[in-house]
């Protein structure tokens, strides 16, 4: 297939730090970038690109354009998605879609309207441990499933200068991590139906210690897994990145992309037995006392950027149903009203 000729909108850590990267991994092209203080950069990295200083100005050359990725500050994704879509561009959107279901089901209409051209960058979705969680479930090594839990947990007791973590409104770990995990459940175990919410700003004006339980909606037989979802910046000993609790056993991960906690000496023991050709493993299958190394599922981030061109150049299916993206900002935005009212949030 060809290579995908991409307009990247915003060139910092999100822009160039994971989208630009993924794109030189699988073989894409950027060819022009939204950026008001990084175009040498741009030069460096993409030799030829245009670089641009507003949206505006990128859609101008969409002739020029196969896809525009949308990576700029969440606030600014709702306006940014409706002008690539007017100008008939595929978008993909870094998560979350917007920072309001209201916001989130109204691109998703006009995208119906322009085609259907977008996707929404649920990149997790791609993470080892959670194409190796699948594998687990799909192959019952765990029995039915009544807890999954999840952190996304680190000590960064001083004050980030970022906006995720000052922008009140459209930043905080809510809709930046919130937006990962609520769509990890979502993915593993279905629709949520009832919502609970903890929600603190310690270190920052923007949330940085949440916490939501969410009850999924019930099997045939009544059944229904509860999800335990944590992120946090001020959190001296993270947990155990990964636990689910089924009838015939657990998984467990103990650790995330370099972050330490108490519970990695586990991995390191069996690391420091591996050879230098075995694979790393995927985590832990725990019953009780037993505990044994899970092989790592294949796959990786690299594959969102490839389904993105079998999508545009060779109508394969959406990576990610926008519609996913609105349902998860139904539970963010429930977790909100919750944690204010101290009510739990019934979904319909």
Known sequence: MEPLRIGLVGYGGAGRGIHARLARATGQRVVAVVTRHRGEQVVADWPGAHVVPDVEALLALRDELDLVVVASPTGDHAAHVRAALDADVAVLVDKPLATTRVQAAALVRLAQERGGRLTVFQNRRWDPEQLTLRALLDAGELGRVHRFERRWERYRPEPQHRWKEQDAVAGGLLLDL???LVDSAVQLFGPVRRVHAELRALTTPALD?????????????????????????LVGAPGPRTRVLGERGAYLVTSFEGEPTPFAVLDDALDAQRGPDEPAHGGWLVRGAERTPVPRAPGGHEDVYRAIQAWLRADGPVPVDPADAVATARVLDAARVAAETGVPQLLG
Do not use: T
């Open 178 to 180: 919130g937006a990962h």
């Open 209 to 233: 210690d949440v916490f939501l339980a969410l009850e999924h909606a019930a099997d045939a037989d009544g059944h229904h897994v509860v999800s335990h979802l944590w992120a946090g910046g």
